[in-house]
């Protein structure tokens, strides 16, 4: 392990239904590799809250020295109007959500310049980290979360 940089946030970000990748506000870690070959592991752990029956689907956008994006390779097919992407959740009711955790591991980036990950999503209906649609003051559903992204460069 050479070195590891993370990016964590009790903030609430939200996005109405869209459906195309937009960045979640802000939730971004920035490495720059000690070496072309060395792998970087990135870590997302979410908490998703929507209002009735929403969706959301993530995905990781990298960027090599602030040029151009593209969603992080390994990421799902994408067909027709159904996005590539690296994870999703459903959200049933407007009061609970969802713990969504997933990594990608990074064997493309060939550089030692500054790599900026970002999360993006695409939800179906209004949603929300960190905190409910409702946001009500109740010990169970009224509960708030942190979210983080993690990059751990490993040597080859």
């Known amino acids: 392990l050479l070195q590891v940089q993370s990016y964590s946030t009790d903030a609430f970000p939200s996005q109405s239904e869209n459906s195309s990748w937009d960045d979640v506000a802000s939730f971004l870690v920035a490495i720059t590799p000690t070496a072309t070959d060395s792998k970087i592991w990135v870590n997302v752990s979410i908490g998703i809250y929507g209002c009735s029956s929403?969706?959301?689907?993530?995905?990781?956008e990298r960027a090599i020295s602030g040029?151009?994006?593209?969603?992080?390779?390994p990421?799902?097919?994408?067909?027709?109007?159904?996005?590539?992407?690296?994870?999703?959740?459903?959200?049933?009711?407007?009061?609970?959500?969802?713990?969504v955790n997933f990594g990608i591991l990074d064997?493309?980036?060939?550089t030692t310049s500054e790599i900026t990950y970002q999360l993006q999503w695409c939800v179906h209906a209004d949603a929300y980290l960190n905190r409910s649609y409702v946001d009500g003051d109740y010990a169970h559903f009224g509960a708030r979360t942190a979210s983080g992204i993690t990059a751990w460069?490993?040597?080859?």
Not at 54 to 60: L, M
């Open 107 to 110: 064997v493309t980036h060939n």
């Open 54 to 60: 929403s969706s959301g689907a993530f995905a990781v």
């Open 75 to 99: 990421h799902g097919v994408a067909s027709s109007n159904r996005l590539g992407g690296h994870a999703r959740a459903d959200v049933k009711t407007s009061n609970y959500g969802h713990a």
């Open 67 to 73: 040029g151009a994006t593209e969603i992080l390779p």
């Open 153 to 156: 460069e490993i040597g080859a």
